[in-house]
């Protein structure tokens, strides 16, 4: 890797978060493709952030990295309002990324698909560190309602907005997979099978549990105006 390259890396992962946090981001400006570390690509990557794009452009400004670069375009001027998160999914991913900067988990027991931060202990770790906070700072009564006003956003039919991925019953499927999907006669009998690729995933909560009901499909042979059982869906392996 580059010289250059390493020394813009090297000072992301030294640069305090508030001067960095508005250039992070797992999608590449470039492309405009979601990135994960187990698939960086031509990506590079600090953390679940991409630092550089395919095509080669820093996305965190050099500049207050104390890297002199007058000619870098700051790519968050026209997109922060998009980029600000919106939607539950979204402002989680946003506080992940933040309880990874903190280091909350230095030394990480087990690697996901995502990464090595990406697990419960890191949530954990962040729930119980606002948690604390929250009790010196205004007492037990107060972390009650808190914990009552996260269950408002868990009720059945709550939406948490469009995901890259979702994991159900053991079936992970991702936002651009082919799957092959099983359609199902009237009697509930299996029936033939299409190919289609995942356009969208918008997961429900149902029963206090978070459901794909949201699931668009792109192809030929996609039916209009149906719902697709999760299950129904296998991922086809890339050749």
């Known amino acids: 890797m580059d010289s250059n390259v390493e020394a813009y890396l090297t000072a ?12 992070l981001t797992p999608v590449c400006t470039e492309c405009d493709e979601h990135v994960v ?24 400004d050099p500049n207050v990295l104390g890297i002199k670069m007058p000619t870098w375009s700051d790519w968050t001027t026209a997109d922060r309002a998009e980029s600000h998160p919106t939607t539950l999914y979204s402002r989680g991913a946003a506080l992940v990324q933040f309880a990874e900067s903190l280091g ?6 087990c690697m ?3 990464g090595p931060f990406y697990d419960e202990q890191l949530i954990g770790h962040a729930i ?12 037990p009564v107060t972390v009650r309602a808190a914990l009552k006003e996260s269950m408002y956003y868990t009720d059945d039919e709550s939406q948490i907005g469009a995901v890259p991925r979702f994991t159900y019953g053991g079936n992970t499927l991702s936002v651009g997979d082919t799957v092959d999907v099983q359609k199902i006669g009237p009697m509930g009998e299996n029936a033939d099978t299409f190919r289609a690729v995942i356009k969208e995933i918008s997961p429900t909560y149902w029963g206090s549990e978070l459901c794909p009901t949201g699931v668009v499909l792109d192809g030929p042979d996609v039916p209009v105006g149906e719902s697709w059982d999760w299950h129904s869906m296998t991922k086809v392996d890339k050749p």
């Open 104 to 109: 909350l988990m230095r030394e990480p027991r």
């Open 128 to 139: 119980a560190a606002m948690s604390a906070w929250l009790e010196a700072e205004r007492g």
């Open 12 to 23: 992301i992962r030294q640069a305090p978060f508030r001067l960095i946090e508005r250039y």
């Open 37 to 60: 570390p187990s698939d960086a690509g031509d990506h590079v990557m600090v953390g679940s952030s991409v630092a550089v794009g395919c095509l080669g452009y820093y996305l965190v």
């Open 112 to 114: 996901s698909s995502l």
